[in-house]
């Protein structure tokens, strides 16, 4: 995309003064570029078109403050630019609060005596499972939530909870008798 300056400092103008219209044409003419600036951070598209509508609900709370209306480019860009990094690092805090989290739960087992073995096979194995179905697993036995709380915490469906811990424990009966754990 060719970045027209003066006409995008003409639309915030007219946008500051009141003319809805003109915001939508800076949407159609900067949203897909909002949306590529984000997928090359986050390397997700769903979640990169998410960002890009963070970034417009920003930009609209803040174009008043915009002084320099010609750079508006630049300034919205940034505004996506920081969005994508601060989803980036709540990615990379529930990465670690769940890699702390396995951790404990090793540390856990190892303390208990008996079983040691069996227990530190099975969390060897739930971590072989798809992340949908790891947390639906550890909530459901570690944490001892019920399906509907389980539903109300990964703000998913009664039915897709029950579902993913079917297909959990399904995948898990393979895996350990694939690996000769089964008693």
């Not at 090359?40 to 930009?59: E, F, G, N």
């Not at 630049?74 to 990094?85: E, F």
């Amino acid at each position: 995309m060719k970045i027209d300056k003066r006409s995008d400092a003409k639309l915030v103008l007219a946008f500051q003064s009141g003319d809805k219209k003109a915001l939508a044409t800076l949407v159609k003419r900067w949203h897909l570029t909002f949306c590529k600036k984000a997928f090359w951070l986050v390397k997700d598209a769903d979640v990169a078109k998410d960002i890009a509508q963070d970034s417009w609900q920003t930009i609209i709370a803040k174009i008043d403050t915009l002084k320099d209306t010609s750079s508006f480019g630049s300034w919205a860009l940034r505004i996506v630019y920081s969005t994508s990094l601060d989803v980036l690092r709540t990615k990379n805090s529930e990465r670690f609060k769940q890699e702390e989290y396995v951790k404990n739960q090793e540390v856990i087992v190892e303390d208990n005596n008996e079983n040691t073995t069996l227990k530190r096979k099975l969390l060897l194995a739930i971590q072989d499972l798809p992340e949908q179905q790891q947390q639906v697993i550890k909530l459901f036995y570690l944490e001892e939530y019920s399906l509907k709380e389980i539903s109300k915490t990964l703000d998913i469906s009664l039915g897709t909870a029950k579902s993913r811990l079917f297909y959990a424990r399904e995948k898990l009966k393979t895996i350990l008798k694939n690996r000769n754990y089964e008693k």
